[in-house]
């Protein structure tokens, strides 16, 4: 974690539950959990210069706290990503590869895409459009179908 981290940590979120051994705790814009194989990072809300450090903690932690970290990052939920999400991302992806891991992009978002190729990181980041493997799988409880139009026959 940054040195910071620990100050925001036991802040606000004193009472936070640990979603799991090295994990980080529950803050605002991020929340971590073992799904299978991975380490997934739910990141939700605007991630700015504000935002980024708590996202940053998460990461951070996935990307230790394992030998060859398999990490997901869940950017479905992100209503605002900017240079300092980035950022961010890059330092984790870059730690996890040093471990012999990898870390990886879920987002179903034009705008998320948009913002990847803008900053020519579309292929070092090329976005899952959902957890692999894990159908339904996302941390939330999994979306019902569609209603079906009544039948005229």
């Given amino acids: 974690m940054f040195p910071e981290a620990h100050d925001r940590a036991a802040g ?11 994990l980080a705790a529950a803050n605002p814009y991020a929340r971590s959990r073992l799904v299978g194989p991975f380490t997934v990072v ?5 991630i700015d210069m504000a935002s980024a450090g708590f996202v940053a903690e998460h990461l951070t932690a996935a990307t230790t706290g394992h030998d060859r970290p398999d990490v997901l990052v869940d950017l479905r939920r992100v209503a605002f990503f900017d240079c300092s999400g980035l950022r ?3 330092r984790a992806e870059a730690l996890a590869r040093q471990r012999g891991g990898r870390l990886r992009l879920v987002s179903d ?31 939330f409880p999994p979306t019902p ?4 139009p009544p039948s005229l026959n």
Avoid at 12 to 22: D, N, V
């Fill in 12 to 22: 606000p979120h004193e009472g936070a539950a640990s979603a799991g051994a090295g």
């Fill in 88 to 90: 961010v991302l890059c």
């Fill in 109 to 139: 978002q034009p705008r998320i895409h948009r913002l990847l190729r803008a900053a020519r990181l579309l292929g070092r980041f090329p976005p899952l459009p959902g957890l692999p493997g894990l159908p339904g799988l996302h941390g």
């Fill in 145 to 148: 179908p569609p209603p079906q």
């Fill in 42 to 46: 739910e990141v939700s809300g605007e």
